[in-house]
């Protein structure tokens, strides 16, 4: 079952955006993969104690973007395909690289100076 005890919500988000992005962010680094069931709706507005409304709308847009399936009662599941992974990858790749650039430019650094750091902080990790 997905673990969402490291989750972190934060008050500048919605809430099911959050949960969304989190298990996006599971997938991508194959703690949680397909197959895997996800905890019932009540289940984890409980755990994080928000409104099941919350987590049902979060559930609903996995289901959308076909990340999750659910059937009747049974509860939801995780089925992601190589297709749906790359389409996380890429989704979240892209995103951290967008704010970074934005956080970049609100401090006036060029790109220049952006690539040389990169570069010399690539080599040290």
Same mark, same amino acid.
């Given at each position: 079952m997905v673990n969402f005890q490291s989750i972190? =919500?934060?008050n500048k988000d919605p809430v099911y955006a959050q949960i969304v992005f989190f298990v996006k962010q599971q +997938? =991508?680094?194959?703690?949680?993969?397909?197959?895997e069931e996800m905890p019932s709706r009540r289940e984890l507005a409980a755990q994080l104690n928000i409104n099941p409304n919350t987590v049902q709308k979060a559930y609903?847009?996995?289901?959308?973007?076909? *990340? *999750?399936?659910?059937?009747?009662?049974?509860?939801? *599941? +995780?089925c992601i395909d190589e297709a749906g992974f790359s389409r996380i990858e890429d989704e979240l790749t892209r995103g951290m690289v967008r704010?970074? *650039?934005?956080?970049?430019?609100?401090i006036n650094l060029s790109f220049k100076r952006v690539?040389? =750091? +990169?570069?010399e902080m690539w080599e040290e990790n």
């Open positions: 972190k =919500l934060n +997938i =991508l680094t194959k703690n949680a993969v397909s197959g609903k847009l996995l289901e959308k973007e076909d *990340i *999750i399936e659910t059937h009747g009662n049974q509860g939801s *599941i +995780i704010e970074f *650039i934005s956080s970049a430019k609100a690539f040389d =750091l +990169i570069s």
